[in-house]
């Protein structure tokens, strides 16, 4: 379901940016039908609401639409800024909705979704098996504030570690992380 | 901060674990333009953001995708200036219409200006050509071998009016200068008379003079008019006469 994010691919992210920026609409149908059930399934993971997660899936491709400017080739590739500003949008949105309803409790098992198999592309094969390297804490803690949007103090306060080693933790991780995409990424092609 | 914290706190920052306070502190960090933070900053980004790639994907609802065509669709017909409304097409139509008359109105005013200028820089012209017609005329006249000059002058008690004519025998004609002469009267002008000694008296052509008094003149003497005895200049009726009627504004004896 998902593109892999292939040399070519993102080549074509590119052109469909500037496509869209030239106000394209058949680029923006084009890159919403490539990217947008990653999109739709990290608000999901974020929002755990069907509704809420719809209604933002729009508005991130709106402001995708009207905003296409602010997107810089030289930072990253569309991707990483699409799941940058939904994440962020999300947790925006989480906090709102925390604020709204006091009583409503997180999830508490945000890492449920991520072992789950899946078909997806190669891309996403290499991502698991790099998350499998991490130590279980470590994935966690990462995921805690990936996903959560929870700051290192408050990971430290659920996870019951010290602050110093919550942040450790989180930046070792994730440079391990990043290692191991290198790696697998480099046998796969 | 050391190089390792920096690159810690980018990191934490490009996962979101950063309280507000701290965040912004490293958005400032970032906005100061370091390219090594630049540099970590985007590899953590890049790194954070593959981790949606784990999950089990899930298919977005359809009418997601209907609903932002929809909106973009009515968006960029709204944002089309021509569409807006009617009210606003109106409006630059009015516009459009005010600005039209009003840039005829200045051609029109302009085009009256120019042929206004034309018709001046043409009398000019043609005022210019006269006078330089005249100079030439008169340069020639003092050049010539054979010059005689006449004086004119007034009768009248008091009068400080006078004249001269320059007779170019070669070419045979009168260049006539008058000055101090009272204008004639409105419907009157001034008019030339060559005098032979046995008073015949043959027009040499009108002419006018300014408010000063001052003009000038050239005539063709006839060629075979012989014995010139005397200059005349007489106030006429407009084209002048065959024969003098009205008063003698000046006279000189032509030796």
Known sequence: LFSADSNETKSDDYALMRAISARDQSALRTLYDRHSPLIFTLLMRILHNRADADELLTDIFWEIWEHADRFDSLRGSPRTY?????????????????????????????????????????????VRSALDNLDAAQRKMIEYAFYEGLSHSEIAAKTQQPLGTVKTYIRRGLIQLRDSLRTLDGKSS | VNREEKDEQIWLFATGALDPAEAESVRRLLAAGDPVDAAVYDDALATVSQLPLAIDPLSPPTQARQKLLERVAINSTRSSPM????????????????????????SYHLFNQLKLHDDRAQATEEKLRTQLTRARSVLAMLSARNLQMVSLA?????????????????????????????????GRVLELWFITADQKKIPGGTFTVNAQGNGAMSAKVPADLKNISLAAITDEPPGGMPQPTGQIQLAGKVE
């Open chain 2, 83 to 106: 569409k807006k409304s009617p009210d606003l097409a109106r409006w630059f139509a009015g516009v459009a219409a005010i600005v039209a008359i009003a840039l005829g109105l200045i």
């Open chain 2, 154 to 186: 007034s009768s009248a008690p008091k009068s400080t009016a006078g004249g001269r004519v320059l007779w170019d025998k070669d070419r045979n004609q009168w260049h006539v200068t008058v000055f101090d002469l009272t204008p004639p009267p409105d």
């Open chain 1, 82 to 126: 699409f799941i940058t500003l939904a994440r962020s949008r999300a947790i925006d949105r989480l906090r709102n909705r925390a604020r709204q309803v006091p009583t409503m409790q997180m999830s508490d098992s945000p890492a449920v979704a991520v072992n789950n198999a899946a078909e997806d592309g190669e891309q996403a094969r290499i």
